[in-house]
């Protein structure tokens, strides 16, 4: 089984440009989440998805971030436009459902550099 | 508020010398609290979860214990390939949040 896909590993983008991550979960996962981690913090959430409904996004800055998750599966995150503080690694997880027993499975994140 | 903390920031072990890990949290009700080790440049890998006050899990060199206020992960004779930032995160019953601490990052010397 692949994991939690994430592309790209790495994106450099001038300031107020736009970027969009894009993750393709576990077969089966029902629930996935995207998160950003700064340097030496632990992952914050931004949004969570059951299916394709967002059931949490109230951490995501929504005057420049959306995101998506058609058909229940794949999702993107969007940033429009990029500020120099949306510098981050942006993570994508997914789990069975909400109340999974065995943690999330991430991604191995999106690496986010605004200049 | 609900929150997670974890310590020390950083920890150096030489190789064999045990230690503990811990991770305090406040929350209005706890539905869970996970273990997690990340490697640099990958994403938080799953190690334990523990649900109730006097659980205890093990893993190969790592055993995971729970209280009411805290967990402490206990690392027994660590390896240089244990080295990596351990993260502790609690999902909270109250706000069906699942809140990360900050981690702690292990050195271990060979």
């Known amino acids: 089984e692949a994991g939690v896909v994430q592309s790209p590993r790495y994106k450099i983008i001038e300031k107020k440009q736009p970027v969009a991550f894009w993750c393709n979960p576990i077969s089966g996962h029902n629930t996935l989440y995207w998160y950003r981690q700064n340097l030496g913090q632990g992952p914050e959430l931004l949004i969570r998805y059951e299916n394709e409904e967002a059931v949490d996004d109230s951490q995501l800055p929504k005057d420049r971030f959306s995101a998506e998750r058609l058909k229940g599966v794949d999702s993107t995150l969007k940033i429009q436009p990029a500020e120099l503080g949306d510098s981050a690694v942006y993570l994508c997880?997914?789990?069975?459902?909400?109340?999974?027993?065995?943690?999330?499975?991430f991604g191995s994140g999106t690496r986010l550099t605004v200049v | 508020e609900d929150q997670v903390t974890q310590s020390p920031e950083a920890l150096r072990l030489q190789e064999g010398e045990s230690s503990s890990l811990n991770c305090s949290y406040t929350v209005s009700g706890l539905r869970g609290l996970f273990w997690y080790r990340q490697d640099p440049g990958k994403g938080p890998e799953f190690l334990f979860t523990?649900?109730?006050a006097g659980e205890e899990k093990e893993k190969e060199r790592l055993k995971a214990t729970l209280t009411k206020k805290e967990s402490f992960l206990h690392i027994t004779a660590p390896k240089p390939e244990d080295s990596a930032t351990y993260l502790c995160a609690v999902h909270t019953s109250g706000t069906y949040k699942y809140i990360f601490g900050t981690g702690t990052r292990l050195k271990v010397l060979a």
């Open positions: 523990l649900y109730s």
């Open positions: 997880a997914s789990s069975q459902n909400r109340d999974s027993l065995y943690g999330y499975t």
